[in-house]
């Protein structure tokens, strides 16, 4: 960088008059490279912080706590970032640190990596202690008013280490692997404290320091220190590629049906799961696949066994850009009804599938997308407990959700959820209750398999069933669980893009399941639901739900109990609109 900004480099002349801007207000962002910032989304609602400098500096409060982390999170490689401590009123019980995106928000009043089990880890500026995983031990120098503190973050082997003015202090060992952030946090009752971040877009710290220019091993970024070797700037242009487009592989239509034939394009694929709802009337949910065919439905709101509709009746056949749907029609949420407006969520799996010999019940039928982390299993009952079934994917699921087919059967739809309390918890689809447990249910999962009881829901002898298993694929898609804090400042949960699509249940409580998409509310704030478990029209009301879509995630925008109860914890899953790598804010 050079003391020009507002220079119009087209050779135009079309320069901009600098006004009240200082040379260290200058940054090397980009509209191709973005570089993390603090998020002012992601904060404890009882004592948040201040911020300024672009959301680089952050003020802690002097009575209280405040804890701020980075607006992008790493799931893997490695990565730097370097903390100024600008002042602090007194003895400051601050902390530089890395911390997962499910704990953001939980460090109200206590200090990073100090609750037990946790995947976070704090190095104290008070005592240079560090807290890892709640155990609190000595590591290094307490911090001053003009130190650095770096952080070399290794996700690939799950570990930290923090540079005190270039120093190292040696590596910690972090409890679990998971989405972990650059984060700062002062809990210092009548103290405060100001931190200026510096990601690699600003080695001046907001013109505290004088710049040093140092760049990181892809010649990327502004550091006042030169990063270890292997270690790169927190930004757009280092995150990997994502290993699925998400409009390839997931897609929201709408389409107002006619009662009569009718060919529905824009999916963007061939699907081969197809979930239907009507959207300005009553109708039971619609669900096809292509194991089970075009004229065999479910209905996540019923306990009934698979419908059969005639050949020419709903969906007919998935198009290589949508479905035909027939002249004779059944469901409401299909085409039945004449100028009702219709919404379908669609996946792409891999065909009608083969079968799969991986668990102790042979699957009939497995459509697996690899990929994008998602399958459509087939399987046979034996009534015996603790059987496996193949999923068909190449790494351990997140959630699973099970229907008994056959005809008469009407059992619960159950769901696994790696946001649950165990392997044995499960929720009903159909259901509002909370979660519960049982091994006749569910009894675990592994890379290649999930594990049913005797349960008649999951695994009655001779009866059939439909299960749809998916893992988080980064870029794509995210299962994952947030806690609520009644507060119309609502939680913020961090997925690593923006969403298209996102349903969510409250697990620990009586509530419903609640349907979203980016396609029905193209704008923020998003209030637009339909629910999971009930036939009702299409709901709207921001005093019940209300969320942003963002670039890394969604804000929750209200303080109803339905997405947001205080100290509840909510399980998600969500797909993509656009991955935070290309992502922008909307």
Known sequence: MSNDLGIDRSGNGNNFTVNNLAYSDQMVDSP??????????????????TFAEGNLEVTTPVNGAGVCVSTIGATSGKWYAEFYIKSSTGAMRASAAVTSDANATIYANTNIGSLSGARDVGYMGNDGEKFVSGSESSYGDAFSNGDIIGIVLDVDNNTVNFYHNNVAKGNITMASTGTYHFAYGDV?????SV???NFGQDSSFAGNKTAQGNQDGNDIGDFYYTPPTGFLALCTSNLPDVAVVPSEHFNTVLYTANDDTLNVTGVGFQSDFSWFKIRSGTGSHALFDAIRGVNKGLSTNQTAGEYTAAADADLVSWNSDGFTLGAGEDWASVNDTDNASIVVWNWKANGSGSSN???????????????????IVSYTGNGSANQTVGHGLSQDIDMVIVKNRTSGSNDNWRVWHTGLSGNTYYVGLNQTSAQDTSSTVFNGHSATTFTVGNDGSVNRNTDTYIAYAFHSVDGYSKVGSY??????NGTFVYTGFRPAFILVKSSTEVRNWHNMDSTRDSYNVAT??????KSNEEYTDAAYTSLDFVSNGFKIRNNDTAMNNNGQTHIYIAFAETPFKYSNAR
Not at 357 to 375: C, E, L, M, R, W
Not at 483 to 488: F, H, I, L, Y
């Open 483 to 488: 806690t609520g804090n009644s507060n119309a």
């Open 528 to 533: 637009k639901i339909v629910w999971a478990n």
């Open 195 to 197: 931190m200026v971040a």
């Open 357 to 375: 010999t991986d668990g102790s019940i042979n699957t009939t039928k497995t459509s697996a997308n690899v990929n994008a982390g998602f399958s």
């Open 32 to 49: 191709t490279n973005n570089f993390a910032t603090l998020n002012p989304l992601h904060l404890p609602v009882t004592t948040p912080p």
């Open 188 to 192: 210092s009752a009548g103290v405060g």
